[in-house]
């Protein structure tokens, strides 16, 4: 199962993205006792009744009358637009974010101004923002009555900007602690070898930070596709032109249409688990090279 | 290195994209002084949503947080096969999108499902209720107290459990006099982070809901259905309400943040 | 000249660092730096390299003035106390670097590489990753790395500091012949006077960010400018009010002239060198003599034996 990464909430620094919730070193003791069965029995009822049995209640839903009909509930016109926007509009939202999340993360790092503990706290700001909340402050800025007289309101530069508000602090906070912990004698070494700043940037520095820039790429991604609150209030919802994947499987479970709701669901759980399971092998093959 | 332009890129990207959006807001709210914004927050519509968020958030906090402890010590300390799927699987709610959240919870705990029919009969009713928004919010919210806790309970070691037993305590007296002492900051921490997202909560709540003004309406919802009607100055309190929290919360999570 | 430094001072915040030091080092020679930690000789080196800028002075690097150079533009080798592998490169890829920026020609670049491999015995390690390697075999990469380009001086950082003692006498070893093969200036820094005397043509003792003495290994031991520099290179004991070395105190079993009488205390033989600790008036004074001088005396706690500095040895007014 790929190792799923997204961030916990505000504050934190995502946990570096190859370790997931799983244990480290066995405990000492191996024998597995009654209380360790007891209690993977409680978690496990806990864990199903709360996640797991709704989530295969929904690809069972989705896929359950055969392939056919799961790919016909997908193409529908309206859910295919929306799949299709949300995919390229995260993909859109997952570069910008590798550039600016690495441009922040650096300003963050290697810079010192007045204030920069403020911006370091703020980077935190869209996970703790309920998602509402930030459609309603972006709608506000750049809706109908912008002060800075830039209506962004049912566009898809409206919808890329909302989500670009909540993946912010993805990118950011993974390449934040590897750039903390960058060997600086690496970029030293270059330099005395001749190279100049830009070069040491691009050949010692930045492939570095590559693993860090892609799991938080990752992550930034599997955000984006997922989202609703923030782009249901400035996107207008347009079938076609602004509507998200999520607000199209609201529109079918409010008409009643349970099954697509639940292809569109389960279409949208597969892209997240590959793009999870694809970040998991690159970091493994990373990690192997050390 | 082209020190001041890279400053300049990335003050002005979160100037735009973060400050000012949120700055307007709060401007707009409190322009006409702190009146509008407490008589909006007054009326009996709003309370009911601040209350019926309250009580799903500490419903699902607290179930989280029994969890999170448990099955952090579970992960931590004890071995059993699976482990790394029960791992694994604790993440999962992570990577689903709150709709998805909803709709998996009606097509369960719905009226006519199986579970939820069941329930139904017997008169309790799940969704379009509050015991659906709880366990919509315990779904979303589920890895992040256990998450907070493990790697702290890693870093702790077992030595000084060990050496309790030595010493004649039993296991729940190590566990309340050891182990909680051992992961208080990380397990406030987590709770924060679980509080904030539970009171945040917006898309898989608009799902299972039925948004149901007075009854199921949390605050966020009351944002959404306000602003709809046209109602921009309760919208905006209430928004700007929600955001004071979130910076709370921050601020919170900065003193509470396990160092690393 | 291959190095000039003038007048360099150098503080970090309101701490000096530096203080007006001057030194020339010789084209083609092998220098340490020694010193104790903090007393500046890494800062020396870095300003040296130009990856520190002197608050004052210059740095002349082969006649040319270097003081506001970049550190690309000295060709300057320099090596790291912890390697500074490009870590995400191979053995091979980071000896190319530097001709990489340079942009030769592959061919070329593939034939100094294979030269330098060779040079420093990792040929069979070329498509390995740094962090594959020992702790031995990445300084040694890291010092192909930096001869790759020819610089005009080679610069190293403590380079034996992170590594096990035994690897550490046998890289100085190799250290030394590579300078005789290789002929580059080389200055590398130390806080160990052993490794410095063992490997160095010349050695500049520095401490508190003050040139205390610069000589031959022979002249700073045998003839140290200060109590200092006595103390620092080689064992010292207090004789009379005057610092003299252990080893060239004469022990004797009647009163000599200049003599002073002294009261055994313990005895410790060390394999070839026996070691007498005694007091001299209140004072511990200890003495190196051979064993087969030893065995001319009697040495039991409290007897009287006579020291006195042998007549050849250098002996400082103590500070």
């Known amino acids: 199962m790929a190792a799923i990464q997204a961030p916990a909430g505000p504050g934190t620094t995502v946990p570096g993205p190859a370790e997931p919730v799983s244990p480290p070193a066995p405990a000492r003791r191996s024998r597995p006792r009654l209380g360790t069965g007891l209690g993977v029995g409680l978690a496990v009822t806990y864990l199903s009744l709360s996640v797991l049995i709704p989530l295969a209640a929904v690809v069972w839903r989705g896929t359950g009358a055969g392939p056919a009909e799961f790919w016909r509930a997908v193409t529908t016109p309206d859910s295919w637009a929306a799949l299709k926007l949300t995919v390229l509009g995260s993909v859109v939202v997952a570069v910008v974010n590798v550039v600016m999340g690495t441009v922040i993360a650096w300003v963050l790092v290697r810079d010192d101004f007045p204030g920069k503990g403020i911006v370091n706290t703020l980077i935190d700001l869209p996970f703790a923002l309920p998602t509402i909340v930030a459609g309603l402050v972006l709608l506000a800025l750049y809706g109908a009555s912008s002060p800075l007289h830039l209506n962004l309101a049912y566009t898809q530069v409206g919808v890329i900007v909302a989500l670009l508000f909540v993946t912010l602090p993805f990118v950011v906070r993974t390449v934040q602690p590897v750039l903390q912990e960058l060997d600086r004698d690496m970029e030293e070494a270059a330099y005395c070898l001749g190279a100049s700043p830009w070069l040491t940037f691009r050949r010692i520095i930045l492939p570095n930070l590559l693993p860090a820039m892609l799991s938080g790429a990752g992550l930034a991604f599997t955000r984006s596709i997922a989202e609703f609150g923030s782009t249901v209030l400035i996107s207008g919802n347009i079938p076609f032109r602004t509507q998200v994947a999520a607000v199209n499987i609201v529109g079918r479970i409010e008409s009643d249409q349970m099954t697509s709701a639940a292809a569109v669901s389960t279409a949208l759980l597969v892209v997240a688990f590959v793009v999870l399971a694809a970040l998991d092998l690159v970091q493994r093959w990373g990690a192997r090279r050390g | ?260 | 000249m291959a190095i000039e430094v003038h007048g360099v001072n150098k503080s970090f915040g309101t701490t000096p660092v530096l203080r007006e030091v001057s030194v020339d080092i010789a084209s083609g020679s092998l220098t340490a730096l020694l010193g104790p930690s903090g007393g500046g000789k890494s800062t020396l080196l870095r300003v040296i390299a130009g990856l520190e800028q002197p608050d004052t002075g210059t740095v002349v690097i082969s006649g040319v003035d270097a003081t506001r150079l970049s550190p690309q533009r000295r060709n300057v080798g320099f090596v790291f106390q912890h390697y500074a592998a490009f870590k995400h490169m191979t053995v091979y890829g980071n000896v190319a670097f530097g001709l990489e920026v340079r942009k030769r020609p592959k061919a070329e670049v593939r034939k100094r590489v294979a030269e330098l491999l060779e040079l420093v015995h990792l040929e069979q390690l070329a498509d390995r990753y740094p962090a594959q390697l020992s702790g031995g075999q990445r300084q040694r990469m890291a010092l192909a790395r930096a001869l790759a380009v020819e610089p005009q001086v080679l610069l190293l950082d403590e380079p034996f500091g992170a590594l096990d003692a035994q690897v550490r006498k046998e890289l100085r070893t190799w250290l030394r012949r590579l300078h005789d093969e290789v002929h580059v200036t080389t200055v590398f820094v130390t806080h160990d006077q052993e490794e410095a005397m063992d490997v160095a043509d010349e050695i500049v003792v520095l401490a508190g960010g003050v040139v205390e003495q610069v000589g031959s290994p022979h002249e700073v031991y045998d003839n140290p400018a200060n109590p200092f520099v006595m103390s620092f290179l080689g064992p010292v004991t207090r004789l009379d009010g005057h610092l003299v070395r252990p080893h060239d105190i004469e022990v004797s079993a009647t009163e000599q002239p200049g003599s002073r009488a002294a009261t055994v205390v313990r005895v410790v033989r060390l394999g070839f060198e026996v070691r007498i600790e005694t007091r001299v008036d209140g004072e511990d004074v200890w003495a190196q003599v051979t064993r087969g001088s030893a065995e001319h005396l009697t040495l039991d706690p409290g007897d009287t034996v006579y020291l006195r500095p042998v007549s050849h040895a250098r002996t400082l007014a103590a500070a």
Not at chain 2, 57 to 80: M, P, Y
Not at chain 2, 100 to 115: D, Q, W
Not at chain 2, 130 to 143: D, E, K, R
Not at chain 2, 147 to 165: I, W
């Open chain 2, 1 to 260: 290195m082209a020190r001041y332009p890279l400053r300049a890129v990335a003050l002005l990207y979160l100037l735009f994209l973060l400050v000012l959006p949120v700055g307007l807001i709060a401007w707009r709210t409190f322009e006409h002084g702190l009146g509008p914004f407490v008589t909006a927050l007054r009326s009996p519509s709003a309370v009911h949503a601040f209350e019926v968020t309250l009580s799903v958030a500490v419903w699902a906090v607290v179930a989280n947080t029994v969890f999170g402890v448990g099955a952090a010590i579970l992960l931590v300390r004890h071995e059993f096969p699976g482990k790394r799927i029960l791992g694994a699987l604790v993440d999962l709610p992570l990577a689903v999108s709150p709709v998805v959240v909803g709709l998996a919870l009606i097509l369960i705990y719905g009226r006519f499902a199986p579970v939820g029919g069941w329930l139904e009969r017997h008169g309790v009713q799940i969704i379009f209720s509050l015991p659906g928004m709880v366990l919509a919010t315990v779904f979303v919210s589920l890895p992040l107290v256990v998450r907070a806790v493990v790697p702290v309970l890693e870093e702790l070691g077992q030595e000084q459990e060990q050496a309790a037993h030595t010493l004649g305590a039993s296991r729940w007296q190590t566990f309340r006099r050891i182990t909680i002492p051992g992961i208080k900051s990380a397990l406030g921490y987590g709770v924060v982070l679980c509080l904030a997202r539970a009171l945040g909560e917006y898309g898989a709540l608009a799902v299972v809901s039925g948004r149901l003004v007075g009854q199921t309406q949390t605050l966020t919802l009351f944002v959404e259905e306000r602003f709809q009607n046209f109602d921009q100055p309760a919208a905006f309190a209430a928004a700007t309400a929600l955001a004071l929290i979130a910076v709370l919360t921050l601020l919170l999570t900065r003193f509470l943040r396990p160092k690393d």
